[in-house]
């Protein structure tokens, strides 16, 4: 096809179409011009793009992968089925029906067996616009351990971890990250965001997190767990320093965690699985942790100390005697509660009186 017939059916100058079959070719998409009267540009015959030329094994990976989950709680879903159909679409034939039974067979979601998916962060759309459009914010934020403050940061991106969100910004030039979920109010400012064209928005991160465990005491824990919760526990520890077998259902691991608190936390979980040998004052944290919980939960029989009368048994006659005798039937019917007898004896407020004689009749 020729540079004026390129021209007219896109509607620029033949000196545009010039143009830009240079800069494809530069891209190294294989377009080439042949002369004479019936020349122009071609395509570089069975050249396809790279989305019609998927493999069977990418059009699978490319579909099982994505995740509707994240698209929803950034609040693009509809581009994001409106992405993938178009993605469908584009695929060779061949591939089409095999990729889409994988895609069905597969599932992302943020829901458990017993727990419902976190409600979405209510500022995250507003600083997922701003992260797009490169706009200033000001975020009402609460560190952990104080209250919230007023701060204006430049937005970098957002980062999906562990189940929360995290926007990535730096604040006076201070690369941080704010849990999304500790944001109390956002407004977007009407100011450009100060940051670099490009970013490596995995490198910040990575770079965050060293940082953050530098600034925390490790603690090594010698602890015996039992060996199907043996990968439970190293994941979520800082590592596994030594590992041996202590008998056929226990291993003997030496890890790592980022300080008390956090090694507190992870074995209080794991509970009866796992048992501290080191250090001493951990044990004893988790010690004093449940005397606390038994002490909570002590049994304490709970006896009220004057019946109601909505509980008096209905074939008990009511009277002088008749509510005294309908409590000890219901002490009786209580009596496989563990716990102390009802007391028998009474104050003398409480002693069941003999009938008034009636008065005497005058004459």
């Known amino acids: 096809m020729s540079a004026s017939a390129l021209a007219r059916e896109l509607e620029v100058s033949p000196r545009t179409v010039l143009r830009d079959i240079d800069a494809l070719s530069t891209a190294g998409i294989p377009v080439y011009a042949q002369r004479g009267r019936d020349g122009g540009f071609e395509l570089l015959p069975g050249f396809t793009t790279d989305l019609t030329g998927l493999t069977a094994d990418e059009a699978k990976a490319l579909l099982a992968a994505a995740s509707a989950v994240t698209s929803e ?24 029906v095999a990729a889409t039974k994988v895609a069905q067979r597969v599932l992302v979601t943020q829901g458990a067996w017993l727990t419902d998916p976190k409600q979405i ?17 000001s975020i009402h934020y609460a560190s952990q351990g104080s209250g919230p403050t007023w701060r204006t940061i430049d937005p970098l991106g957002l980062i999906h971890a562990s189940g929360r969100w995290y926007l990535v910004a730096t604040n006076a030039g201070r690369e941080r990250a704010y849990r999304v979920e500790r944001i109390e109010d956002a407004r977007q400012l009407d ?29 090594v824990v010698v602890v015996l767990v039992r060996v199907e919760h ?22 003997r691991l030496e890890v790592a965690f980022g300080g008390v608190s956090h090694a507190g936390e992870v074995l209080w979980t794991m509970g009866e699985d796992a ?8 044990r004893d944290s988790l010690r004093s942790r449940a005397l606390r919980m038994v002490d909570r939960y002590e049994y304490v029989r709970d006896v009220p100390e004057q019946p109601r009368e909505d509980v008096a048994c209905p074939h008990v006659p009511h009277g002088p005697h ?31 009186r003999t009938p008034a004689e009636p008065p005497a009749r005058r004459s």
């Not at 962060?121 to 200033?136: E, H, N, S």
């Not at 048992?275 to 951990?282: F, R, T, W």
């Open 191 to 219: 100011e450009p965001a100060v940051r670099p064209s490009e970013i490596d928005l995995a490198a910040v991160w990575e770079r965050l997190r060293t940082a953050f465990r530098s600034r925390r005491e490790p603690l």
């Open 275 to 282: 048992k501290v040998l080191a250090p001493e004052s951990l």
């Open 322 to 352: 008749g509510t005294e005798h309908s409590n000890r039937e219901v002490g009786r019917s209580n009596s496989a509660v563990p716990g102390p007898p009802p007391s028998t004896s009474r104050s003398p407020s409480e002693q069941p």
């Open 121 to 137: 962060d209510p500022y995250l759309g507003l600083i997922q616009q701003a992260v797009f459009v490169g706009r200033r914010l």
């Open 73 to 96: 709680s950034l609040g693009m879903a509809p581009a994001f089925a409106s992405a993938m159909r178009k993605v469908v679409a584009a695929m060779p034939d061949a591939h089409r």
């Open 230 to 251: 043996r990968d439970d526990l190293a994941e979520r520890t800082l590592g596994v320093l030594s590992e041996s077998l202590f008998d056929g259902e226990r291993v």
